[in-house]
T-cell receptor, first 119, second 114 residues
């Protein structure tokens, strides 16, 4: 079982509110990721980080922002939530490693997700 | 365009029966292929991972196969249990990626009935 946590698990808020989705991992992994997933659809990468003070946008354009001040923490913030932001948000982490590991070091371990509903 | 296609979209089987899920991909250059299990309302959990040189790998009642020539993979579940009800996601990584960047299928929703 991977040690990666997300809070809150469920969030219902009104339009225009600022929210932060928390993600923490205790495995010391360098890389962390945020994905967005709608029902029956594939995961879409919205943000990732190589390490502290490193953040990049993913494949899917998102109005959210992220920060990586500590290795174990990778919060995602929406400054002004809209109904179009309603979705499930999954956080993941992976190790850099030196090669030859089992499983390979780019195996991503996922948190339980945050189900966000914006009214 | 790198893509991962899974079939069937959904599947219902009776407890104790076997089933096979399919994954076709166009990701190139290929690095590895994973099968994840995602329970409803949870994050995906890795079941198996195969590199280019591997053509079969087992994890308990789960057996994955890979044909790198035809770019196809399958996940076979033996003697299904109610707890196998979940979405099974095929994920392919390209060799050019140094970031763990992955290409996800939409998953096969498996329901096991008693």
């Amino acid at each position: 079982e991977a040690d990666i946590y997300q809070t809150p698990r469920y969030l219902v808020i009104g339009t225009g509110k600022k929210i932060t989705l928390e993600c923490s991992q205790t495995m010391g992994h360098d890389k962390m990721y945020w994905y967005q997933q709608d029902p029956g659809m594939e995961l879409h990468l919205i943000h990732y980080s190589y390490g502290v003070n490193s953040t990049e946008k993913g494949d899917l354009s998102s109005e959210s922002t992220v920060s990586r001040i500590r290795t174990e923490h990778f919060p995602l913030t929406l400054e002004s939530a809209r109904p179009s932001h309603t979705s499930q948000y999954l956080c993941a982490s992976s190790d850099t490693g030196t090669g030859g590991e089992d499983p390979p070091t780019d195996t991503q371990y996922f948190g339980p997700g945050t189900r966000l509903t914006v009214l | 365009k790198n893509q991962v296609e899974q079939s069937p979209q959904s599947l219902i089987i009776l407890e104790g029966k076997n089933c096979t899920l399919q994954c076709n991909y166009t990701v190139s250059p290929f690095s590895n292929l994973r099968w994840y299990k995602q329970d409803t309302g949870r994050g995906p959990v890795s079941l198996t991972i195969m590199t280019f040189s591997e053509n079969t790998k087992s994890n308990g009642r789960y057996t994955a196969t890979l044909d790198a020539d035809t770019k196809q993979s399958s996940l076979h579940i033996t003697a299904s249990q109610l707890s196998d009800s979940a979405s099974y996601i095929c994920v392919v990584s390209d060799r050019g990626s140094t970031l763990g960047r992955l290409y996800f299928g939409r998953g096969t929703q498996l329901t096991v009935w008693p």
